[in-house]
């Protein structure tokens, strides 16, 4: 049986041997050179002390051999800094011992301020800002919007925790200037939208006599005219008045004729202008030339739920309560109105 060396037989000497010590290097940049009376064979382990740190791709000369490159263990250039190291020859390189493995692609730009990392340089300061630690609101760079899609804010570059917000300002972005309806963001819009036109309410009716006996004491309806969505106001000038009635005999007749306006959600306001003619009867109130209707105090407050946000419809109604008896008379009603709506 082979006999082992004891720690008392394993003098100085003997344990130089078995990883020499070559001295202090000299260098020309990342060549380094040593003078050594040990040489160093391959599949030798040695140790070295650099006497400055390398920056590129060092070499390694041992007395009058062929300089080697110095390597990590994993192939890459090694990094060297003033200092003693343990390396392996191993036939076509020096290999530094103990290094540990890759540190990956991490930079100083990916690690956030006040961390550090290590790299073939050594630990390396984070350059990375902590945006979330500097304001929970911060302010962006730019701002952009994609017309009915979305809004845009570029945030500084840097670290945000999931906590935080990046802002822009807008001064205008209030509910007043949010058509109603409407929603930006969590703000519902409040204003109402600005529609505003004329229409010519020139609406003629024309019946025989004994068409117009078939009626009496029914409620005849007529769809005149549709104003657009998101009109509050309609002026009525010059409001209807009656054409001709025309007849071979001058019996007593009486008829109402009244407008209403409807919603496109079935909603009724029954209150607005009216004429007769013949003796008065029970419907609205008659009303003459420039009356304005509000829609936001005149019909909301008793029909809250009317809809001005979608098409409204004028709609003329009127009665017969007598007719002329002559059959062979014709009837003739107009109305001359010019609407103002906004």
Do not use: C
């Not at 009317?306 to 009837?331: H, K, L, W």
């Amino acid at each position: 049986m082979a006999k082992g060396i004891t720690s008392q037989e394993l003098d100085t000497t003997t344990a130089s041997g078995l990883v020499p010590h070559l001295g202090l290097t000299t260098n020309s940049g990342n060549s380094y050179s040593v003078t050594s009376n040990t040489p160093i064979r391959t599949n030798q382990k040695f140790t070295i002390k650099f006497n400055v740190a390398s920056s590129t791709a060092p070499t390694l000369k041992i007395n009058d051999d062929t300089a080697l490159p110095i390597k990590n263990a994993n192939g890459n250039n090694a990094k060297l800094f003033a200092g003693v190291y343990t390396l392996f020859r191993d036939g076509s390189a020096f290999i530094l011992q103990g290094e540990g493995g890759e540190y990956g692609t991490a930079t100083a730009a990916d690690v956030l301020v006040g961390k550090t990392i290590g790299t073939d340089n050594g630990l390396v300061l984070g350059a990375m800002p902590n945006r979330s630690a500097e304001n929970q609101h911060m302010p962006g760079l730019e701002k952009t919007a994609w017309t009915g899609d979305r809004y845009f804010i570029k945030p500084p570059p840097g670290f945000y925790d999931g906590a935080s917000w990046v802002t822009a300002p807008e001064p205008q972005l209030v509910a007043e200037n949010i058509k109603r309806g409407a929603r930006i963001g969590n703000i519902d819009g409040v204003m109402a939208p600005s529609v505003a036109g004329t229409a010519q309410l020139n609406h003629y009716i024309i019946a025989h006599f004994s068409t117009l006996r078939n009626q009496i004491g029914q409620t005849v309806e007529n769809n005149v005219i549709t104003i657009p969505a998101g009109v509050r106001y309609i002026l009525a000038v010059n409001a209807p008045s009656f054409g001709s009635r025309m007849d071979n005999n001058y019996a007593s007749d009486y008829m109402e004729a009244w407008y209403v306006l409807k919603d496109n959600q079935g909603n009724v306001f029954t209150k607005w202008f009216s004429y007769r003619r013949g003796a008065p009867h029970n419907y609205p109130e008659e009303k003459h030339s420039n009356y304005l209707l509000d829609i936001e105090t005149d019909i909301k407050p008793t029909i809250p739920s009317f809809n001005n946000q979608g098409p409204m419809t004028i709609v003329e109604r009127r009665i017969y309560q007598t007719v002329s008896p002559q059959g062979n008379d014709f009837y003739l009603t107009r109305w001359n109105t010019v609407l103002l709506y906004s």
